[in-house]
Structures are given as structure tokens and as C-alpha cells.
């Protein structure tokens, strides 16, 4: 069966220090990976996609499929980062995704 | 263009009654699907739509169910509401689903009560 679990639900860090924000995996087929975002009174909005292998303001995310994980980093927080983030996963063939159950990150002055 | 529309969204119902809430995706936009969220189990997918057939569909109780109309919007009915029930629902829609681009937009939401 198909699990996203995401080990933090509160994330606090300085402003200018890096961040990451752990997801792990369980899936038997070949999952596509993403991070979604949401930010205070705003829907929820797509980060960014394993399979872009893009850097979406400065956050990147490595598929590591020997860990089963996909962990959202970024070099230097930023305040406008706080926000709550979801990783989730969706098989190929459909638009259906397992979320996580999110962290919320906290960017302190 | 306008982004999903999810209506209505507040909604307060009884115990044992029942409630239809709608999903107007995006102009273009053929796949919908739906999703619970609540603070204990998170979000959850409930089931998914496309061209007015239900692809694929989570582990909840026969007593949700969906539908998706010729103009790709879609409903979800829950009979017989339990206080469990209380959460937000969310829709989804993208344009094709299991493309490697796909891209779902979420709508803002419904927020059901159930007392």
C-alpha cells in the first residue's frame, strides 16, 4: 500500500538558515513525487514535481529512491516561507495523491 | 481565467441528514477529484473523475459518493452524515490525469459541520 509520511509537524527556523523538511515513502510501483504549499488563507498550490527536477523560490527536492525519500531543502529560509507543506505522492496513471499529514514551517525573524 | 470553484463554502447539517457539494474545475480542466481533510487523518483522497466516469476511488464508506456532469463539473454526496464527517472537503481538477505534467489545482474548500 501506498504511505507519504512526513516525521515533523512543526518546523521553526531563523531566518537565513537552511531548511529541510523530511518525506518519506511506500509505494510498490514507480510513484511521481511532489511537495504542495499552503500558504496562510491561500489554497493549496503545487511547490514543485520530482520530475521537473526544478528550483521553485529557491526550494529543491531530491528523489532518492534507495531511501524512499523525498526531502524538501532549501539553502536560506526566508519569512515568506512559513507556510504548512504537504508531500504527496500520485501513481502515474491518475490524477489521485496520497498526502502526507504536512509540516508547518515557521521562519523566525 | 478563474480558478476551481468549490460551493458552498460553509455548511452546517444535522446528524443522519444529507449534504451535495460542488466542484466547478478549471475552463478546460476534465479530471476532478475530490478530497477530505481533517486534523486527524490529514487529506485523503476520496475518489477521482473524468469525462462523467469515476476512475478511481479511496477507502470510505459507500456512503460517499460523486458524479461529474458533461461540463466536467462535479458533485459529492454524503447520506446519512455521522459528526465524523465534519471536515474540509476539497476539489481538484487538472487537465488530463496520469500525464507526466499533470498539475491539479485545489479549490478554497468546504467546510461541513456536522452537529
Known amino acids: 500500500a501506498q504511505r507519504v509520511t512526513q516525521p515533523e509537524k512543526l518546523l521553526s527556523v531563523f531566518k537565513g538558515a537552511p531548511v529541510e523538511l523530511k518525506c518519506n515513502y511506500s509505494y510498490s510501483g514507480s510513484p511521481e513525487l511532489f511537495w504542495y504549499v499552503q500558504y496562510s488563507r491561500q489554497r493549496l498550490q503545487l511547490l514543485l514535481r520530482?520530475?521537473s527536477r526544478e528550483s521553485i523560490k529557491g526550494f529543491t527536492a531530491d528523489l532518492n529512491k534507495g531511501e524512499t525519500s523525498f526531502h524538501l531543502k532549501k539553502p536560506f529560509a526566508q519569512e515568506e516561507d512559513s507556510a504548512m507543506y504537504y508531500c504527496a505522492l500520485s501513481r502515474s496513471t491518475g490524477n489521485q495523491f496520497y498526502f502526507g499529514t504536512g509540516t508547518s514551517l515557521t521562519v523566525i525573524p | 481565467k478563474a480558478g476551481v470553484t468549490q460551493t458552498p463554502r460553509y455548511l452546517i447539517k444535522t446528524r443522519g441528514q444529507q449534504v451535495t457539494l460542488s466542484c466547478s474545475p478549471i475552463s478546460g480542466h476534465r479530471s476532478v477529484s475530490w478530497y477530505q481533510q481533517t486534523p486527524g487523518q490529514g487529506l485523503q483522497f476520496l475518489f477521482e473523475y473524468f469525462s462523467e466516469t469515476q476512475r478511481n476511488k479511496g477507502n470510505f464508506p459507500g456512503r460517499f459518493s460523486g458524479r461529474q456532469f458533461s461540463n466536467s463539473r462535479s458533485e459529492m454526496n454524503v447520506s446519512t452524515l455521522e459528526l465524523g464527517d465534519s471536515a474540509l472537503y476539497l476539489c481538484?481538477?487538472?487537465?488530463?490525469?496520469?500525464?507526466?505534467?499533470?498539475?491539479?489545482?485545489f479549490g478554497q474548500g468546504t467546510r461541513l459541520t456536522v452537529v
Open positions: 520530482h520530475i
Open positions: 481538484a481538477s487538472s487537465v488530463l490525469p496520469g500525464t507526466l505534467n499533470t498539475e491539479a489545482f
